[in-house]
């Protein structure tokens, strides 16, 4: 059973299109993330929402924008994406809730190709 | 701020070899290390957490705060370990973002 979905699975867009990704999951999750990885790279958080709460990272270019409205469903937008924004895009979600080292869940990931 | 290394962006051994992934961390605080897997063509999951002191399997991992290491070990190594294995650093307790390292892809040949 898929508890975070990312769709779609693959995007491909122009340079200085706009994109949207999309994330949902069915845990219930308080917490949502949004990674960037490029190839070879470690993963990147770019931001992520407590609840409603938006926790931008202080390296996470304006260019990258995000929503949350609900709690099962969170996009990132690009506003105007260029070819180094090529990339996989990973969602993850965690409850909030733990004391200690909490898991996070990923989703599958969508890789974005800005032509 | 925070950095996780991983020395060895490929590791190949053969089946039945032990397995030794190398982790390097550094933070001034009291960090939460954890090791994720990525099979092939499956997402990304938590492996094992330093806190917990499980064997998830048959891999340990054993927090070295004056070494600043949380190495991945295996004694004997299966096919299906092969994978793409990531650590990763948490700050704090509870709810806190994850700083990943680069990555160490292990193929274990037959």
């Known amino acids: 059973d898929a508890m975070v979905i990312q769709n779609p699975r693959y995007q491909v867009t122009q340079f200085g299109k706009p994109v949207t990704l999309s994330c949902s999951q069915t845990?219930?999750?308080?917490?949502m993330y949004w990674y960037q990885q490029k190839s070879s790279q470690a993963p990147k958080l770019l931001f992520h929402?407590?609840?409603?709460?938006?926790?931008n990272e202080a390296d996470t270019p304006d260019n990258f924008q995000s929503r949350r409205p609900n709690t099962s469903f969170c996009f990132l937008d690009i506003r105007s994406p260029g070819l180094g924004d090529a990339a996989m895009y990973l969602c993850?979600?965690?409850?909030?809730?733990?004391?200690?080292?909490?898991?996070?869940?990923f989703g599958p990931g969508t890789r974005l190709l800005v032509l | 701020a925070q950095r996780v290394t991983q020395p060895e962006k490929l590791l190949s051994v053969f089946k039945g070899a032990p397995v030794e992934l190398k982790c390097n961390y550094s933070?001034?605080?009291?960090?939460?290390l954890f090791w994720y897997v990525q099979y092939s063509r499956q997402r990304l999951q938590l492996l094992l957490r330093?806190?917990s002191r499980e064997s998830i399997k048959g891999f340990t991992a054993d927090l070295n705060k004056g070494e600043t290491s949380f190495h991945l070990k295996k004694p004997f190594a299966q096919e299906e370990d092969s994978a793409m294995y990531y650590c990763?650093?948490?700050?704090?307790?509870?709810?806190?973002?994850?700083?990943f390292g680069k990555g160490t892809m292990l193929l274990v040949s037959p």
């Open positions: 993850a979600t965690s409850s909030g809730e733990a004391i200690h080292q909490e898991t996070q869940y």
């Open positions: 845990l219930n999750h308080n917490v």
């Open positions: 929402y407590y609840d409603k709460d938006f926790n």
């Open positions: 933070y001034s605080g009291s960090p939460e």
């Open positions: 330093h806190i």
């Open positions: 990763a650093l948490s700050e704090d307790s509870g709810y806190s973002t994850l700083t």
